[in-house]
């Protein structure tokens, strides 16, 4: 039993590595989209789901709805910080009507996780009933962001490209999917167990399409668009 106990924290570590590799991922779309000064078509529904599904596990890692998940609210709170900071990137170089769209999910995001800690808090009084509530919740919210690269995954289709989904971050959810399904089977955790198990699945998908798909991506389109950017700068001069 003390073996098992180990081992599940020494693989929640490593859980919560792979995690932050996972939030990290995307460092280098956001670096290519600071460069171009536009977010291209790149979508923020990724970060935007990831962003609200941390929030909730930081909230389910609490010792007042369920005790010793340290391991939970760390590392999602590491994310939260993250995806906060490429949400900001978004923001300021997207244009007008999809920087609208962000801040009105947001403010949904923000209306519903003030409702969820409120009512948890207020309603119910012991951790099993918490656990059982905000954890549902979890659920939910953590199919959604590993479902959330499903708009990606239909471009990905229909143009026979992958340029829009990045590698590292389907590669990070499938590794990470499979850790914390690991983890969850250790000691039976449904609310860890289904929505990471859902995510692994999702990486692989995500994995089979890039690997589909790379041969008939149009890698040079990059240089061709920054080209057309540098020639409407130089006109409007």
Known sequence: MANTAMIRTVVGIIGNIISLGLFLSPIPTFVKIVKQKSVADFKPDPYLATLLNCAVWVFYGMPFVHPDSTLVWTINGAGFIIESAYIVIFILYSPGSKRRRIFIVLVVEAAFFAVVVLVNMLAFHTTKTRTLIV????????????????????????????????????LANFCNGIVWLIYALLKFDIN?????????LSGLVQLILYATFYKTTRWEDDDDDQKSRSEVQLSNV
């Not at 860890?192 to 692994?200: E, R, S, T, V």
């Open 135 to 170: 954890g549902i919740i979890c659920i939910v919210f953590n199919i959604l962001m590993y479902a959330s690269p499903l708009t990606v995954m239909k471009m990905v289709i229909k143009t026979k490209s992958v340029k829009y989904m990045p590698f590292y971050l389907s």
């Open 192 to 200: 860890i167990l289904l929505p990471n198990g859902l995510g692994a």
